[in-house]
């Protein structure tokens, strides 16, 4: 965790006990809070101080938390923790209240696990919550429920709350015909659907009109602006998924992050102002200083800020369709709170990191150019040969980058083929110690887990580029990792003993690839 002045000097550093997955939030006062995930340990919710001394700790019974904090009027906190991985959709978790001066619990409720942008609070301090379950829940300040709604899509997008007290929501899954941006009644009733051509999991940004702007996942890769009532003002497509949240600036500029590597501006019409190039994709959301600087951070380990519009692109005009939203309502029943829980916090000593230097590569020098005389043929007669086939493309592709000891990688994911029947799909990579899952957004989990499960069908062509977001350990300079990916039949497990076994003929084996890469310096 660290802590920077606007000048980018480093003010402070704090060595967590996990790894800080879910975004840091700030209250009213100026303390900084957030979560820890600690694979089979015990996660962690920190509170500091704004001169990075802390506050209190609360350790949890869990490996997770990965929900952002978000605070109402009187300074309590709101928060969810699960106890495994996010992406399992058959967790539950606690939602909990925390009193801000010791991090005391206040009341829980149970639930299916939260994602990690968290929850929304509205004028009257109630608090709306997506979960990865497929249910949005609203709670009264007390934790009582309110209502409820099954969304039929994940909800990985945190609510948003208009100032009529409207509330929008995005859900859905990549490879799921479920995906939508909803909007609900402060009564729990839908308003309306708009359906998108992949997952909404960017928090929707509400300007001072109550226009809705938000962004769509992989297949989709567009940013959407609606009008209150649901229908299209306009959309720009990037080049890649959208998953960060949009912010919008005092003259109603639109500033949001894509994963082809650029931060993108929009002027509130729909028209191109600016983009900005990193090097690697933009999975986290953009912020604005009070100087209306531009902050954020890319999977190329740089934090950007920029202060001014940097030189312009070619302008694109963004598109136009007229699909509309869809109204229907349902309800669902109404849950019971479960009892209180207390965790107990304890305190940990700070410790400060200190960031290290890269080396600058230095070109090969190339050798020098040799003259070979060339021999003189007679001309003979050569018989007409048949072309050879063409080589057939793999239905499923797995492509890693390269391999280097103490840096991160890339994985890319290609499939040329229809899916026409259920399956559960895999992403997965062996190294001589053990094996791990891929989730998609980068998550890696130890063992043998499908990303998705039961998926009906799904169409061709689809790519994807995965960063995982662990470093690949100096220990394994000049070791291999094997790759692999599978579509494999719905609830079915491939009768082998070792991955290594398995191949494209293997039985309930759909399609699947894998590939062996040795690390480098």
């Not at 209502?147 to 948003?160: R, V």
């Not at 509330?167 to 015909?177: K, Q, T």
């Not at 567009?222 to 299209?232: A, D, E």
Request: charged share 15%.
């Amino acid at each position: 965790m660290r802590s920077f002045n606007s000048n980018g000097t480093l003010r402070w550093a704090f060595g967590l006990s996990g790894l800080g997955n879910g975004p840091a939030a700030i209250d009213s006062s100026g303390h900084i809070y957030i979560g820890t995930d600690d694979y089979g340990g015990y996660a962690s919710l920190y509170c500091f101080n704004s001169n990075g001394t802390t506050k209190w700790q609360l350790n949890w019974g869990s490996d997770y938390t990965y929900s952002c904090p978000v605070f109402d009027v009187n300074g309590n906190i709101y928060i969810g923790n699960s106890g495994k991985h996010y992406s399992d959709p058959e967790i539950e978790s606690d939602f909990l209240s925390l009193n801000a001066e010791d991090g005391s619990t206040r009341w829980s409720y149970h639930m299916g696990p939260v994602n990690s942008c968290g929850a929304a609070l509205d004028q009257s301090t109630r608090i709306y919550i997506a979960t990865l379950n497929q249910d949005l829940y609203v709670l009264n300040s007390n934790g009582t429920l309110g209502w409820s709604y099954g969304l039929n899509g994940e909800g990985f997008s945190s609510p948003s709350i208009d100032s009529n007290g409207r509330a929008y929501v995005g859900c859905g899954r990549e490879l799921s015909d479920s995906r939508y941006l909803r909007a609900f009644n402060t009564n729990g009733t839908l308003l309306w659907s708009y359906e998108t051509d992949s997952s909404v999991n960017s928090c929707p940004a509400i300007d001072s009109n109550n226009r809705i702007y938000f962004g769509a996942m992989t297949g989709d890769n567009n940013v959407y602006c609606l009008n209150s009532n649901g229908s299209l003002s306009w959309s720009y497509k990037t080049g890649e998924t959208v998953q960060g949240h949009a912010i919008i600036g005092s003259d109603g500029k639109v500033y949001v992050g894509a994963n082809d590597n650029n931060l993108y501006c929009f002027n509130s019409t729909g028209s191109f102002s600016w983009s900005y190039e990193c090097g690697l994709s933009i999975y986290a959301s953009a912020a604005m200083d009070s100087s209306g600087r531009i902050c954020y951070g890319s999977l190329d380990n740089v934090f950007y800020v920029i202060d001014q519009a940097p030189t312009q692109t070619p302008t694109i005009t963004p598109t136009w369709d007229t699909r509309t939203p869809t109204y229907t309502a349902t309800e669902t029943p109404t849950l019971t709170p479960t009892p209180t829980i207390t965790p107990t916090p304890t305190a940990t000593a700070i410790s400060t990191i200190t960031p290290t230097g890269a080396p600058t590569p230095v070109p090969p020098t190339p050798a020098p150019a040799t003259s070979t005389p060339t021999a003189q043929m007679s001309p003979t007669s050569t018989p007409s040969a048949t072309p050879p086939a063409p080589t057939p493309i793999p239905p499923l592709i797995v492509d890693p980058g390269p391999l280097t000891a103490g840096e991160r990688f890339t994985l890319g994911i290609i499939l040329n083929e229809n899916i026409t029947k259920p399956f559960d799909f895999y992403l997965l990579a062996e190294t001589p110690a053990a094996v791990y899952t891929i989730y998609l957004n980068g998550k890696i989990k130890k063992g043998i887990t499908p990303i998705f499960k039961n998926v009906l069908k799904f169409n061709a062509p689809y790519f994807k580029t995965v960063s995982p977001r662990v470093m690949i350990p100096a220990s394994m300079k000049g070791k291999t990792i094997t790759f692999y990916t599978a579509v494999i039949d719905a609830g079915k497990k491939p009768p082998i003993k070792k991955l290594s076994e398995l191949t494209p003929n293997t039985l309930y084996v759909i399609m699947m690839d894998k590939k062996t890469v040795m690390v480098g310096q």
